[in-house]
């Protein structure tokens, strides 16, 4: 009973169908399919931002990769 068949997945698109008509499908599939690439890409910024950080904060650990001040500059 939990289970979605193909029968389920036709009826679903038949009542999508009458309730929007034929005119409005392209749109509404080029919407929806807009909004899952801005949702994968804003859920992969989420992800990656951290990771960033740790590799930089990695990187500046490593001996001579330390960031100098202001005043270090000054007096070279």
């Given at each position: 009973?939990g289970?979605?068949?193909?029968?389920?997945?036709?009826?679903?698109?038949?009542?999508?169908?009458?309730?929007?008509?034929?005119?409005?499908?392209?749109?509404?599939?080029?919407?929806?399919?807009?909004?899952?690439?801005?949702?994968?890409?804003?859920?992969?910024?989420?992800?990656?931002?951290?990771?960033?950080?740790?590799?930089?904060?990695?990187?500046?650990?490593?001996?001579?990769?330390?960031?100098?001040?202001?005043?270090?500059?000054?007096?070279?």
């Amino acid at each position: 009973m939990g289970e979605f068949s193909f029968w389920h997945l036709i009826l679903v698109f038949g009542v999508v169908l009458i309730f929007f008509g034929p005119s409005r499908l392209p749109g509404l599939g080029n919407s929806l399919g807009k909004a899952i690439k801005g949702f994968k890409e804003g859920i992969k910024g989420v992800t990656d931002e951290p990771a960033e950080k740790e590799a930089q904060a990695a990187h500046d650990a490593l001996p001579g990769n330390e960031k100098k001040s202001t005043k270090d500059k000054d007096k070279s």
